[in-house]
């Protein structure tokens, strides 16, 4: 929402270079570091936002678009007319009853909660159908209402302090599911209170793991939020790693693997800001905590195991936007072998970004199209695949514009 000193991007008819300097400036951005994010200089970002440069062509608009993490292109490119959502989706239809379960504020019982129990093996078999469902979106908001409600009056009801931190614990890896859910929808303020609720709820636990969790979906919240929110990642997740450190060397499986998880995501977003050897460190010692993991080890919620150090490794390669380490790093990596059928699409659609880069759009539109294959509801929320399906519909190839317009229909980016 445009602060009250700060024009909307097209309330007027204001030029392009004024609406990517508003943008750039709520993102906390210099010129500097948009232009360097964007392969261009400082004093091309100048250029551009004064007028004394013409406005980009469409794959510059739509990398920055992608930088400054804008949720409309029409909030960048000024033409309502034209309203394209990138990183965010069309609101699910079961988002009004999640997002009501998580409002309510119950204050009385109606009636007893579930045994702890009961409510541990709902929540098993919710990331168990999420991780096995193309269609997860639509899966998990079916079970997360009442799931919500359940899990909140099991912690009104505990009657002992063990009992309190076991529900809270509950509560918590509820509010992670929810988060997955609600990321990408357009209800920002929705995902932050859900965030914050996660990372209450694990803290009241005591529980490592859980801590951990709301922990590593808060540095997420952070990272996608945009660059100017990359400090606050690093805190969350920095800090949850010094706190776990001392448990490592006898941890369980599950805490060894939130924070490889964690770990991971400290490469993540030093990859984001380009700091190349930060982030290979981090990814190294992120492959060596899940050496240690069972061979079958899968971790519920991250995913964390010996299967995603691949893809994780293409992740962090095409962040440095280095192509051809890239494309290596995606050959490298077997997609096969992630259970996880929207995990498995992500990774498709992160090494689609790869060819990209390469110079090979042709072998990233096939991946993308493995990817809506493996899981279409994660596609269609996906910023990064938008942009490359966006930019592949206006080539000069008329075989890859059909191609890209085939699947931009598909994704609802395009009418049929």
Known sequence: MPSAGTPGPYTDPIAFGQRLQILRTRRGLTRDQLGGLAGRSGSWVK????????????????????????????????????????????????????????????????????????????????WAARHSSPHHRDVIGALLPDLIRDAQAAVRQADSGADRRATHAILAEVYSLAQF????????????????????????????????????????????AGPGHFDAADAITLETLTYLGPLLPDAADEVLAIAGALTFEAGYT???????????????????MSDRLPDDYYHPVTSFSQAIIGAHATTVAVELHAGGESVRQAAAADADVIPS????????????????????????????????????????????????????????????????????????????
């Open 181 to 224: 859910f609600v990321s990408y929808q357009p209800d920002a303020a929705l995902l932050w209170r859900v965030a914050e609720r996660g990372l209450i709820a694990a803290q009241e636990s005591e529980d490592p793991h859980a801590i951990g969790v709301a922990a590593w979906l808060a540095a997420q919240a952070h990272r996608d």
């Open 47 to 126: 250029g551009v936002e004064t007028g004394r440069l013409k406005s980009p062509k469409l794959d510059m608009v739509l990398r920055l678009a992608e930088i400054l993490r804008v949720r409309d292109l029409a909030d960048l490119t000024g033409d309502p007319s034209v309203h394209t959502l990138l990183f965010t989706g069309p609101g699910h239809p079961r988002l009004p009853a999640v997002k009501a379960a998580i409002d309510a504020f119950p204050l009385t019982a109606h009636g007893e909660a579930p045994p702890t129990a009961h409510l541990r093996a709902r929540l098993a078999a919710a």
């Open 341 to 416: 059928r929207p995990r498995r699409a992500r990774h498709r659609i992160e090494a689609a970004r790869a060819y990209q880069l390469d110079g090979q759009p042709d072998v990233a539109l096939a991946t993308l199209a493995q990817a809506h294959e493996a899981a279409p509801e994660t596609i269609r929320y996906n910023g990064y695949a938008k942009r490359i399906v966006l930019e592949e519909a206006e080539a000069r190839s008329p075989e890859r514009r059909r191609r890209a317009s085939e699947l931009a229909v598909k994704l609802g980016l395009l009418a049929a």
């Open 270 to 288: 030093a990859a984001r800001r380009g700091e190349t050897g930060t982030a290979w460190r981090y990814w190294d010692q992120a492959r060596a």
